[in-house]
Nanobody, 120 residues
């Protein structure tokens, strides 16, 4: 059984910063991509940032230059540093990881989500 647990969400003023964390646990052989998605009320879930096992990163245009994704592969943790937050960043943020539970079995797993609210 694999579990992803997110933390770090909350209420922040416009222009502020937050750091999200996502820790994976369970029967894990290896982890490929780690990613953060978000879903605002009434909108579809969208990819925010992704980091490969080799450290290559991709970002949504709306967060480039403001958000930074990183990972600690040894600890099985993904991070999302969010700076210069604005109200449009308000959403539930979800962690997603591509995890091998054996040499032959690769699955995608989701965290439970953490609320980020940007408001004065």
């Amino acid at each position: 059984q694999v579990q992803l647990v997110e933390s770090g969400g909350g209420l922040v003023q416009p222009g502020g910063s937050l750091r999200l964390s996502c820790a994976a646990s369970g029967s894990i052989f290896s982890i490929n991509d780690m990613a953060w998605y978000r879903q605002a009320p009434g909108k579809q879930r969208e990819l925010v940032a992704l980091i490969s096992s080799g450290g290559r990163t991709n970002y949504a245009d709306s967060v480039k230059g403001r958000f930074t994704i990183s990972r600690d592969s040894a600890k099985k943790v993904a991070y999302l540093q969010m700076n210069s937050l604005n109200p449009e960043d308000t959403a539930v943020y979800y962690c997603n990881m591509e995890i091998k539970i054996s040499i032959w079995t690769l699955n995608h797993y989701w965290g439970q989500g953490t609320q980020v609210t940007v408001s004065s």
